[in-house]
């Protein structure tokens, strides 16, 4: 359990960090850094929305696309429409919410693999039938393409990826996450000592498409104009899976640190060879999979450990 | 007439796809590894299968056995350096560290072909390519209906061995219960190295078929997705099936495209794929699995 003081302590750093980077664009007015760090928060957001299900409650999602795709989606449609932004954004979560609750509850009551798989085939039918219906290009509303600000999606990113951390910490911490975590390890036992287990894979289910629905409406809102297909790229299922697992699964610094790494990897790659950094990453991330479970992040805790057993 | 044609290329389409799945299968129904980079695999072997017919010539069915081969060693390199370390896990951590990791293969592979030899798509052109034998107003390409040849005798052949030859046998052992197995004195470390440098292999068959088609980077997914069909079509560690499974899976996606268009052609087969794991997950084909 975690002491009150160490809570404290680690709500001072966060609401420090978060402080620090709302400062950012008022002194640096480099577009470029504004620009990687929105892209860091969104995949910040959908890798802790993997994370809650995937790394927590152990439903491998490999089809995160397919949600993520259709909060982008609806967003758009009904913002084109003439709906506010405001309004608009939420209506991306909520219908990848529905999206989950469709057809994703089906494939929950179906054992481990079998989640997988499905999840992976709803993404691939996604993509294609978006590609086929709409093949053109997803423009903005004209009045907002023209005075185009980067600073309202600066905040709106910020405050995405602060939110949804903040929920994964509260709900990690308290007795649904022990509960998650119980299904992860064990659905006999878990079952056996009275934990819902489909109940929590259900609501774990729902926080994850949810915000990934929310990071999807962050992406209509950001880009100006895009294939309609975009967002339900495969990447889309592939990167925050991979962010996460790098960083430190089940943890919720371990989305954030693979984050920095996949965007910082990414950027220093962009300009030459885009693939290089995909290359590495996966390299990387075969290499935590096999022989390093918890991540990045589990190094500094060895580190912590071989310190503290050579001073002692 | 118009759909009798259909059904041929459905057939032939389908005899690919099970080609495509057999190494899946195999790897899944033996060890309980699903390698999501097995259409990357036979990407690879595509692209070796490419590069002998430009540089000397060699007609793509003869470079099957050459591709069999190289694509065993590098099964085998595959097991030793990365499957082999999951091999300790009980069975359902196994299946999702595989899925994980051959996660990260298929972005390693699909990026490493990318900066090697570009995002063009190619393919190689034997002097039959094209060439059909018309009956009755139906036309029966050549390549087409060697892939069929290939796919039944591929399948026969894998049957008999699996259940005449002694290793064979120990390799159904190992897949029914490796603890058990290896009470009875089979090397199961042996047989999973085998068992995967062989799943590995055949993706040099379908790699040097596929050849004759289209080559891409991009193509690995594509070829995983009907891979992973198939296994669901079929049932879990039913090889025998796998090729009836893509049989009917080209039918009923020739029938799709006869009745919905080309476009979706792919959602025919997911939709397929999605009710049966609802609604029959154990496969379609009844009868005793193979393994």
Known sequence: MISTQGAWKKLSVAAGVVAFLAFIPTVMSAHYLVNVLSLFFLYVT???AWNILGGYTGQLNVGQAAFFGIGALATRLTWVV???FYLAFPVGGISALLLAGLIGLPSLRLRGHYFAIGTFALAIIARIVIGNILPGVALAPGEYAANYSLLPRYYLALSLAFSVTLVMHLVVNSKLGLGMMTTRDDEEAAEAIGVNTFKLKVLAFAL?????????GFFAFYYISYYYYVPFDLLWCFEPLLITFVGGVATIIGPILGSILFVALKETFALTFGEISVLIFGVVFVFVVLFLPGGLISLSEKFRRLLHKSVV | MDVAQFIIYGLINGSLYGLVALGLA???????????AHGDLIMLAAYGSFWLFKIWHVDPFISIPLMMVVMFAAGAVLYVAVFSHLSKFPILDRLKNSILVSFGLMMVFTNMATVLWTADERCTTPFYSGMVIDIAGIRLPYIGLAT??????IT???????TKTYFGKAIRATAQDWEAAEL???DVARTYLFSFAFAVATAGIAGSVISTNVVSPSIGLDWTNYGLILVIL???????????AGLLLGVVEAISVYLAGVPYTGVAGLVMFVLVLMLRPQGLFKGRAAL
Do not use: K, R, W
């Open chain 1, 208 to 216: 994850s498409s949810f915000f990934t629905g929310l990071g999807g």
């Open chain 2, 156 to 162: 026969l052949a894998l049957h008999v061995f699996l």
């Open chain 2, 26 to 36: 195999l790897a899944f129904g033996i060890m309980g590894y699903l390698n999501i």
């Open chain 1, 46 to 48: 959908i890798a802790q």
């Open chain 2, 234 to 244: 079929a049932g879990v560690g039913n090889i025998n099936a796998i090729l009836p």
């Open chain 1, 82 to 84: 003439g709906l506010p």
């Open chain 2, 148 to 153: 069929i040849a290939l796919a039944i005798i």
């Open chain 2, 184 to 186: 009875m004195g089979i």
